[in-house]
């Protein structure tokens, strides 16, 4: 059985950073794209940012210039740095991976961002 699991929750001010990994177990034959989305109160789940297996990246326009993206495919890992952060960005955060051809779901790690 494949798992997601998230790690790097917590609360912050407006202006701090926080980094969340996301590591990938069991019988793993390969995993593609990656990815962060988030889902705030009230709101649909949303993409924050993605990766592909060769390194390709996109990110949603309002974390662009703040947010970094990045994984680790010796680890089965990947990462996303946040900085400046905005109250505006407290959500729960989920990873996100295609694990051997299946869209891979993490349990989700909550992020909030005190003014």
């Known amino acids: 059985q494949v798992q997601l699991v998230e790690s790097g929750r917590g609360l912050v001010q407006a202006g701090g950073s926080l980094r969340l990994s996301c590591a990938a177990s069991?019988?793993?034959?390969?995993?593609?794209?990656m990815g962060w989305y988030r889902q705030a109160p009230g709101k649909q789940r949303e993409l924050v940012a993605t990766i592909s297996s060769g390194g390709d990246i996109d990110f949603v326009d309002s974390v662009k210039g703040r947010f970094t993206i990045s994984r680790d495919n010796a680890l089965n890992m990947v990462y996303l740095q946040m900085n400046s952060l905005k109250p505006e960005d407290t959500a729960v955060y989920y990873c996100?991976?295609?694990?051997?051809?299946?869209?891979?779901w993490g349990q989700g790690t909550q992020v909030t961002v005190s003014a």
């Open positions: 996100n991976a295609w694990i051997n051809f299946k869209n891979c």
């Open positions: 069991g019988l793993i034959l390969s995993i593609n794209g």
